[in-house]
Structures are given as structure tokens and as C-alpha cells.
């Protein structure tokens, strides 16, 4: 190693280093200043780029669960490198999952601070967890927040890249660097002589560079050949032709199949079991007890259903209330001063103009959501000669790296994971349990690759749900406008939750060990998730408060598409919009009056503009607005309804964002709809129940969401006013239930306070 | 009674052990034939991600037991669907980028193909009632709506032209 072009700026470093046969350009963060604990000199590459005699590849360390992070990521390097994706010589690889790909901006959003909070201290925290991050090096895809972390990373990387490989050319040439073109992964001199970038990398890895390279001297909007233009996905042609690869697709020579079965009531042991016939079938020792249950090794992953069905199982009972109806009064009983855990909005002064005006009051609920993925969990293992591998879909590689060490006595270096392509995840592949399971089998069989499958039964009795949500509403109008609203928030920690089933320790959080440290542990323990997309919403509203309350744990939760502000948008927008037509003011009209962000009241002005607000609608039919602020992503929606005699027909919905910046029009628009159907279809139709302990949705024929035949025309807009590159991957779940709820009142009066809206009435 | 079964895939004959009578297509083709194209997502009939076409219709192979095929019955899945109609599906699928995670896809491309083969000019409804079998988890029905009529007006093209 050696040689390294440190080009600074911002928080970045890139530089080169020279392998055989060409080199690797990365970067690193150059660390912050109150978190600095390494000596500065000390830094080592994190590459990017490849570029050697076999050609060019590009480094996605943010993994694709449907969301198009490969491409997204690959883009933003072929732009400033000036290669063409579908070129055969360029290769996307998900490399290998390392610290120093940690995941810079995924924390921030536990910040107690809204995302429209510029103030110092708001951005000196997020630059805390940012170095905190790399401190522990978060490898983690999630929180919509991969090109946020990306956006400067990867288009600098390429951008020196394309600079050495200039120099290089110049120097072999003897022509000017500034009299050089490149394009498609040349070099090109003027007089029409071509060097390919493959044969120019190993001179280009003794290049040191004489001039920095700025987030100024990036490509211009209008300059990019690439971004912001309509991509093809790099793997779309697979996805579209049954080619693509999954980890439950792993077909090894000489691989066994095996189902899992653990105790429904979550987090409980087995007591006992009888096997007899599995172990008749196919032997004792491939009948293997595990935390929490059972699993069978067979010859097919049916057998394996089968087999493992079959055994007779007697489970400990649940740790936590027994059923829905029991979680509830807990639920109801959590609005007290000891479970209060954050009121993070509270202006004016609600107290007394509760006690002077006309209070509207309402309550609201959600219930606990499953992520079921279409793929149901999975993972490969193999355990021979001391080393351990691990095929898995998974979000947080590296945690799960740390978990099997834990439970082989491994050394992390002797544990490989290779991060398989997912079949969707929504959050669900932030856990690692059904991993464990893998290893534990693994443990158990030294020598046999296993590959293991959850059932849809066993991924949805298994799931760690979104947590269930209730909200109490109180708000005063006077003259035509909206004057207060306070707003109770009970719910589940979810980020509690997550943080106790990790297995990296999180210094700060245990311990804090330095005042940074402890600051932004301090931050975490305020619980944002609580309330997140109900405290952060940039409204001025004269006395407004926002409370939240810890339910005591029960059914452990974790992060569901949108987290926390899918149900608290809910919540916060349906009630604005009562008070708004309590007040009888214009849904539209007074959310833009009230709005104190610029950037949200364009998008809100968007929507309006895009749905016709205010034209009129045939008899039976209602239009409603929603309007939630998540991920740093404003979001306003236009949903429009029918009453039928057969019920509500979803006719339309208009949806507005502000990403600050589209890098790919196409796949930006898909996870817009996408967003906006899981929001809808859920609203709508989807509910986790429990009883006796156990989930009582065990497929799909009982966990429905959205299908082709309810699933309105939707109009799509991104607008790219902020000033910051935000993901879009969550942000318009939010608003979709509430515009549909408002919509449903606008057409028939009925106001619906709990989801799914199904319950109360009927859609077509 | 033949102490095997005999089942016939993308024109290739296979030769099971009996003892798989019993066993759904799906994992017949997953697992022993290593076909990973059609894919495992609820094992009901519910999700539709199992589809192939078993002469020419469309079905769920997850509750198909291979003892109820005979080696006259042609199952064609995902990785030989490579009929007129069913590349233009695929080229239409492409066209609209319509996968996002693409778990669901080779299930609703070969609904999608089934459909056209029947239906030269479907509409709507004709989609509706027979998509809505195939779960999409991501929510790209609005793009495999796009996606069908497009590929139903290209064949209808090539047909005339
Ligand atoms: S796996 Fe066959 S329909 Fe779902
Ligand atoms: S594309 Fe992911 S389930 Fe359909």
C-alpha cells in the first residue's frame, strides 16, 4: 500500500492504491473533530472501484431488496467516471461486507431533531453520529438512506478515478491533460487515439494528483449523461426474465434442505417434543433442537415442511399479554407521567387554550403490521475446518457476522457472508434470528452445506411487527382556523426493541465513553421513533404539543417500511384534518396556511395542482389530502374515492415528494407507487392479530394488502427543491393511509379513527 | 402400478422416485430439477409466485402434486417460456422496468402470458380478475398493468404487420 492521492473535502478522502495489474480508488472519511480518536495519518482505502486486467468494477456496499440501490450506487460512479453500465467489462458487485463501509447517515434519524432543523446543534449531532457510525462502523442498509450516504462518497470516488487515469494518459502521451476526452471507459486523445481505462490503470496507480477535486468540480445537473435521465436498472433484464438469483435460490452440489419450526409466542422456549416419525424418515441425528424449537435436515425443502410439521411440540407460554385485546388496555393504560418517555413539540401554550375553547377530541389506533416479503426468510450455511459461511439476504451484514462468532467461537475472520439478492425485506431483514437458526443447524451438522427455509406460516407467526400504535387527539379551532392540537402517542419502542437483540456493542449507548458519545446516546434514549412523523411536521400551529408514552415491551417490534410515522402520520394528519373541518376551512388551503416549510408547502401546492383540488366531483365521490414530513422527505397525497354499492372504490391518488435530487427518474416514480400501495394496502386491508400468544395471520389468505384489482390509476411527481439529496424508499407510506381515510370522510361523512379501515367499512 | 413418476418439463422428460407422489411441483422443479425461476412465497395458492402453465394454462404449482401429472402433460416454467407471446411479455416487462425486487415477477409474467394467449386484447377487468391471484409485495401492479397492454398491442402489431 502506499501512494495515496488524498484529496480532501468536506469529510471525504480519496485516494488510490495500486494492486496488481491496476488499482483500487476509494475513500474514507477523514474522521470529526470532537469524535477523533485515530491518528490522522493512519488511514487505510476503502475502495470503490476496481480497475485491473479483468476489467472494471464498482462497489455497492448498500444492498438491493428491491429498492434499485445496485444501480442507483453504480450510476452515480459511472457518471463521474465516464463508463457505460451495460457495458460488458463493468461489473456491480456488492463486495465484501467491511467496517469501513459503514452507513454514515442511517442514525440521524433517531435525532431528536425534525429534519428541518438546521440549527448548530442539530447539524453538529448529525456530524456526531455520522463519525459515530464510522466509530462502529454501521454496516447497515435502511432508513431510505442510501443515496443520502452515498450521493458525494461514490461520484467523488469516480471523479478521481477518472482524473488519475487522465494523468496517466497525459504522461504516456505527452499531450495535456486538459486537451484529453474521456468516454465509455477510454481516454481519448485528440487525435482520435484511444486508451482504454483497463490498460491505463496500472500507470495511473503511481499517479499522485496535483490539485483537488471538489464536490464543485462534480458534473453539472445539466451535463449528466447519466443522472437524473431515465436509467435501465442492471437488473432488470434478470428480474425480468426468472433469472435472478435469490439467497432462498442457492443450489449447491451436495446441499441439504432444512424447515425450522420455533415457538409461535415469540421469544418463548420448547418444552418438549416428540419426533418420532421425522427421526424415522430421515434419522436422529438430522432431527436437531435449536433455540426455541426444532429443525429437520431432508433431502428437498418440502420434505423438510413436512417433517418438521409432524413433530409433536409442547411450547412455553408467552411472556406477554396473550391477545390483542389484552396488549390494547395496556395500550390504553400508558398515558401516565412514568410511561411518558418525550414531548419533543410544545408550543404556545395547549394547556390553557384547551381550557378555553371548544375542545374536538378523538382517538386513534393502529394495529401491529407484518413485513412478510415475498421471499420468505432464509439462509445458507456451511461450518468445516474452523471457517463458517453465510449465504443470506440481509441489511446488516456485519451484525450477523458478530452474531455467529458469538455463537461458534469463531474468529470474525474465519466468518464469510455473502449478501444475497432479496426478494424485498421492508425492514425485515434488519433482524437476524432466522440466521441464527442457520448457524445453529450448522453447528449441530459440521461439514453439510444446509441450506434453511422458513414457511410463509413460520415467517409470519415469526415476524417482529411494527408495533401497534394508539393516539389520543384534543384541539380547540376558532374563527375558520385551526388554533391547537395535542397529541398523545402510545406505542412500543421499537428502537429499544432492535437495540436489545444486537449483538455489537454500541459503546456510546452501553457506556458512553467520551462526552460526544454520550450526548448522542443521550439523544437515542429520547425514543424519536415514538413519535417520529407526528413531532417533526413543520406546522405552525399557535399552541401544538406532541407526547410520547413507552408501552412496557410485550411482542418484541421492529423498523416496518416508514417505521414510526406509519402509524403517526396517520394519526397526525387524519386529526389536522378534522380540526381543519371543524374549523370548515379548506383541507388544502389551510395545511399550505399553516405550513412553515417552503419546500413542503410547494409540494403541497403540487399535489393540489396535479389532483384539480377543488373541482368538483360526481355525486358519492370524495377527495382527500394528506401531508407527512418522514425521512426528511415531504410528502403531500391526493386520494380519490367513490362510494359504490358495493363499496369504496379507490379511483385515483396523486402523489408529490421533494428528494432535493432524482438521480433515476424511473426507479424513483416506481418507489414512489410502491410506497404508496404498501401505505394504501395496508391502510385498507391489514392486520396482525394475537391470540393465545401467537400471530393468528399465518398466510396470506389472511394478510392481504393490496392486489391488482383495488389498486387505483396513480400520478406521480418529484419535485427537487430542497437542498439535500434525500432516499424515497419509505417517505410516501406515510400519507397514503391518511389521504385514503380523509378521502373515505370527504365521500361519506364516516370518519375512520383505526386501521385497517376494512373493519368499518367495505371496499370494492 | 409404476413404482415412479414421470412428469415432462420445458420438453424434458424426468423420471421421480415414487416416493415424491405426494410431492408439489414446486419443489419437484426447485429443489431436484434446480429450476429456481418459479419461487416459493406461500405454498396455498395464495400469492401466485409459484405460477407455470401445465399445457398451455396457468397453475399454481405449489399445490400441484407431481402423482397428478402424466408424462403427456407439458409444464413449461419461467425458463423456457420463450413462446412469441411470451417474450413479448418479457420485453414489456423490460420496457417498463416494472420489477423493483422481482421476487413476484416470474409468476405474474407467466399469468401475464396465459392471459394473452387467451385474451388477445384484455381489458382492465380481463387483467384484474386475472392478476389479482399474484401478490406483489413491492406494489408494481400499476407497471404490469402498463406492461401487459403494451405487450398485447406489439403482438397485435407483429400479427397485422
Ligand atoms: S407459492 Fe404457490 S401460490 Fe404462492
Ligand atoms: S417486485 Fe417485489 S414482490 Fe413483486
Known sequence: MGNLAAITRRSFLIGSVAITGGMLIGCQSKGFSLLQRKSKDKTHLTPYIRIDQTGITIITPRADMGQGAYSVQAALVAEELDVELDDDSIQVDHGPPKPEYFNGKVLSELLPFASTDNSKWAVRLRNFTEGFSERIGLFMTGGSSTVADAHYKLRLTGAVARQLLIMAAAERSKVHKNKLKTENGHVLLPDGTKYSYVELAPEAADIKLSEEIKIDDLKLKSNCRVLGKPMQRVDMVDKCTGKQKYGIDINKDGMLYAAVRTNPRLGGKIISYDAKFAESIVGKDKVIPISGGVGVIADNTWQAFELVDSIDIKWEDASYPETSYQMWEEFENSFTPWRKKNRLKNEGNVKTALEQGDVVEANYRVPYLAHAPLEPMNATVLLEDGRLDIWVGTQIPLFVKSVAAKLTGLSEDNIHVYVEVMGGSFGRRLEDDFVCQAIELAKARPGDLIKMTWSREEDMTHDFPRTMQLAKARGVVNNGKVEAMDLKIAALSTTASQFSRTTISLPGLRMPISIPEAIIANALRKDVALVSGAWDQPFSIPNYRVTGYKVPSMVPVSSWRSVGASGNGFFHDCFLDELIHAAGADPLEERIRLCSHSVSSKVLEKVGEMSNWGSALPAGSGRGVAYTLSFGVPVAEVVEVTNTAKGIKIDKAYVVADVGKVLDPVNIENQMMGGVIWGLGHAMNAELTYKDGKAEQTNFHAYECMRMYQTPEIEICALENADEIRGIGEPTVPPAAPALANAIFAATGQRIRELPLNKHIKFI | ?161
Not at chain 2, 401445465?54 to 404449482?61: T, V
Not at chain 2, 400441484?64 to 416487462?93: F, R
Open chain 2, 1 to 161: 402400478m409404476a413404482d415412479y413418476v414421470e412428469i415432462n418439463v420445458n420438453g424434458v422428460r424426468h423420471r421421480l422416485d415414487i416416493r415424491h407422489k405426494r410431492t408439489p411441483l414446486l419443489w419437484i422443479l426447485r429443489d431436484e430439477l434446480k429450476l429456481t425461476g418459479t419461487k416459493y412465497g406461500c405454498g396455498i395458492a395464495q400469492c401466485g409466485a409459484c405460477t407455470v402453465h401445465i399445457n398451455g394454462l396457468s397453475r399454481r404449482s405449489c399445490v400441484t402434486e407431481v402423482g397428478e401429472l402424466t408424462e403427456d402433460d407439458k409444464v413449461i416454467t419461467i425458463e423456457a417460456a420463450d413462446s412469441t407471446i411470451a417474450k413479448a411479455v418479457k420485453e414489456s416487462w423490460v420496457q417498463h422496468q416494472v420489477a423493483q425486487c422481482g421476487y413476484c415477477q416470474s409468476g405474474q409474467i407467466m399469468s401475464a402470458t396465459a392471459l394473452l394467449s387467451k385474451n388477445k386484447n384484455p381489458t382492465d377487468d380481463d387483467i384484474d380478475r386475472v392478476m389479482s391471484g399474484n401478490l406483489c409485495r413491492c406494489g408494481t401492479y400499476p407497471l404490469i398493468r402498463k406492461a401487459i397492454k403494451t405487450a398485447a398491442k406489439s403482438l397485435t402489431e407483429a400479427n397485422n404487420g
